[in-house]
């Protein structure tokens, strides 16, 4: 199929709006990320965060990339502060490619997907990638002589020198974090979107529906060919890789999406060319590639969960063909309606806070105000290190400075448990998610019955995102789904994609879609009353 | 929906004066392959998607008559034992999707998984242990078969 240039521009605008849109909530935590870095852990309080040039640098880095919520656009600026500490070239690597694969969120709904072995395999797959490249990366930058000791020796000298404290370290938390917003970080982020619209001119809607096959010989290949210029959110990639599973598709494209298309962008092989040179970077970027092929096909085995029939078919690689169709109008409110339908309530409120951070960022930016100044500006009692020389009075019990490095260390503690605690309100109680899904089904059926398509399409992804969650919600809480429930959630998700099929048929046919819509009734009974049945919340 | 054409001067977004996205376009559209041109014109976007089997047993007491008679047969070819494992596989799935009681869909949940992990084992190969196993789930979806109410029993919270 062939796509005219109009369609390709236009369809390649849209995706890139929706990757922002995507991007927002992560970008802003790794912002965030790097302020406290910067300002709280400092240099040697990162290098330890890391591992330090110890053994257990890499897995350390790849475990504290697990914890942490951003994804591969939000982990650059982490990357900018961890090079300014001076961070091993092989922790960094470990950690930019770590980071993005998972978080708390997005791993307990993985775990859900298929088999739990699956994820935790997948998982235990990107460790070793992330050791493999992170030894590389190490044996490049010593034969290359980084500077690292002459650093260290700065470093240890910027650790003597003063440093704010108190609320002046707060304002410079919050300015810096601002004005990377409205720096070189939207550059980057542009780039690493880039990818996003090159797929889009590339590949004409719906044309990976049926590239990764599990009989598929080259689908892997394919998937790597495909997954280096996307940019995927862990939760968005989690949501692919469920909708591979229950299509049967290649495990080891799966394995190249998660690793690739989550781990980096089009920014990320950019980035270290920048800042460790052209050459070492394309030879990372080589082994990256050889590596994941070479597992990739390692794990090429059929995954088929029992009871189920593939389709021969995946819609989860829509999302990187273009958005267009022929049977779509080109103009702007076609661009709106499909940027707008990924809009929930926490894109929304990140956007939000994003635009509010970028407006102080700019207003800092034009009042020139940044670290510089706000260190020139400092009277001696804002620096930590002046208390020892002032002849204030002597501090006595509670009364003391907290270094810096626990205020750090309990500030990212805290946001790893803020996405802990996250998790159980993204995925309520089963009684919540019912209510959800009761209000989903109400609307997209009756719709479907007469035919109001458009409404039932958008409600269908509602309800069949609020199907994932309930398993998710009732597993943290009863600590398991039952291979029942499993099934019956399995059957749901079937039917509605046929429905959802009925509905892009054209012409509609209404005698067709109301007996799919009959058979989605009979299932949901079954499947509502099975989690009612679980005593979650009864 | 009626296709529209639509010429690259009629689009109403930021293309006429930002002439490096028509070179961006254009590199595209090299690097791809890909050239403008009509669409086919097509009545679905899915036409040939889920299309069953034709092993695909029609209800559950189907599952074990498709099976029996496989099992049956004078040679067992390598296209029959596929469609024996596919049967044994398809069983839980085919189970649930009846009115039959979760107490009674796990029996035949548990014996299909097993026996699609013998079969696998067996690498295609019909053992006689695999061939009682069969014979035991034939009965076992026979008997769960007679137990499938017309409708579901009464439950009263929360369904809608």
Redesign the interface.
């Known amino acids: 199929m062939s796509q005219s240039v109009s369609m390709m521009l236009v369809g390649g605008l849209v995706r890139m709006l929706q990757g922002f849109v995507q991007a927002a909530p992560t970008l802003l935590v790794g912002l965030m990320i790097a302020s406290i870095l910067r300002y709280y852990l400092g240099h040697q309080g990162t290098r330890r965060l890391f591992g330090g040039d110890s053994v257990r640098s890499l897995p350390q880095s790849w475990l504290v990339g697990m914890l942490l919520p951003v994804c591969s656009i939000g982990v650059l600026p982490i990357l900018f502060e961890m090079r300014r500490a001076k961070v091993k070239p092989g922790a960094m690597s470990a950690f930019a490619l770590s980071a993005p694969l998972f978080n708390p969120l997005s791993l307990l709904y993985g775990l859900t997907l298929s088999r739990p072995f699956v994820i935790i395999l997948f998982a235990v797959g990107s460790l070793f990638v992330v050791t493999v490249l992170g030894f590389f990366w190490d044996a490049i930058a010593k034969r290359r002589t980084l500077s690292v000791t002459g650093d260290v020796d700065d470093l240890e000298d910027a650790c003597e020198q003063d440093h704010l404290i108190g609320l002046r370290r707060v304002f410079a938390t919050v300015v810096h974090f601002s004005r990377e917003a409205t720096g070189s970080m939207l550059g980057v982020t542009l780039i690493a979107l880039s990818g996003l619209a090159l797929l889009a001119a590339v590949l004409p809607f719906g044309a990976m529906q049926h590239s990764v096959e599990r009989d598929d010989w080259w689908a892997p290949l394919r998937m790597l060919v495909v997954a280096i210029p996307v940019y995927a959110t862990p939760m968005m990639a989690m949501g692919q890789m469920g909708m591979m599973f229950q299509h049967a598709n290649s495990p080891g494209a799966s394995f190249a999406l998660l690793i690739l298309g989550t781990g980096l962008n089009f920014a990320t092989p950019l980035w270290f060319g920048r800042y460790f040179g052209w050459k070492a970077a394309s030879l990372w970027m080589a082994s990256l590639l050889l590596v994941v092929l070479t597992l990739a096909y390692a794990i090429n085995k059929p995954l088929v969960p029992p009871g189920v029939e593939p389709a021969g078919h995946t819609h989860a690689f829509d999302i990187y063909a273009n958005p267009l169709s022929a049977y779509h109008t080109i103009n702007t409110e076609t661009v709106r309606q499909t940027v707008s339908k990924d809009l929930d309530v926490s894109v929304v409120a990140s956007l939000g806070i994003l635009a509010i951070v970028v407006a102080f960022g700019l207003l800092m930016r034009m009042l020139q105000i940044d670290e510089t100044w706000l260190v020139k500006n400092a009277k001696a009692g804002s620096f930590a290190s002046s208390l020892k020389t002032e002849t204030l009075a002597t501090r006595r019990g509670l009364d003391i400075v907290v270094p810096r490095g626990v205020i750090g260390a309990t500030m990212l503690a805290g946001l790893v448990a803020l996405s802990v605690v996250a998790c159980f309100a993204y995925y309520p109680s089963p009684d919540e998610c019912l209510d959800e899904i009761s209000l989903a089904r109400a609307e997209c059926l009756s719709a479907a019955n007469s035919g109001q398509l458009d409404h039932a399409l958008f409600w269908l992804p509602v309800w069949e995102d609020w199907s994932r969650r309930l398993e998710v919600g009732a597993f943290i809480r009863a600590g398991e789904v039952r291979p029942y429930q499993r099934m019956q959630g399995y059957l749901i998700r079937k039917k509605l994609e046929l429905l959802e099929h009925e509905l892009e048929h054209d012409p509609f046919e209404p005698e067709e879609t109301k007996q799919v819509v009959r058979e989605i009734l009979a299932t949901n009974s079954r499947w509502v009353r099975s989690f009612h049945s679980l005593g979650c919340g009864d | ?1 009626p ?6 001067d009629q ?3 930021g ?1 006429t004066t930002n002439r490096w ?2 070179f961006l ?2 590199g ?2 090299v ?2 392959g ?4 009509e ?2 014109p ?5 036409e ?6 034709l092993h ?1 047993p029609t209800d559950v007491a189907d599952i074990s008559v498709k099976l029996r008679a496989r099992l049956s047969a004078p040679d067992a070819s390598t296209e029959l034992l596929a469609e024996i494992e ?1 049967l044994v ?6 189970a ?2 009846t ?1 039959l009681t ?1 107490t009674d ?2 029996p035949l ?1 548990q014996a ?2 097993s026996m ?1 992990a013998n079969l696998r084992n067996a690498k295609g190969a019909l053992t006689p242990e695999n061939k009682s196993q069969l014979e035991s789930l034939c009965n076992l979806i026979d008997e769960a078969a007679a137990k499938i109410p017309e409708q ?1 029993p009464q ?1 009263s ?4």
Not at chain 2, 3 to 8: A, T
Not at chain 2, 34 to 37: D, E, I, L
Not at chain 2, 48 to 53: A, G
Request: charged share 25%.
């Open positions: 929906m296709k529209v054409r639509i010429r690259p689009l109403p977004i293309e996205l028509w376009a254009v595209s559209l690097l791809a890909c050239a403008s041109g669409a086919q097509k009545t679905s976007l899915f040939d998607d889920h299309e069953l089997p695909w596919d596989s398809w069983t839980a799935e085919v649930a999707d009115n979760e869909w796990l949940y299909s998984e699609t579901l439950f919270k929360g369904e809608s």
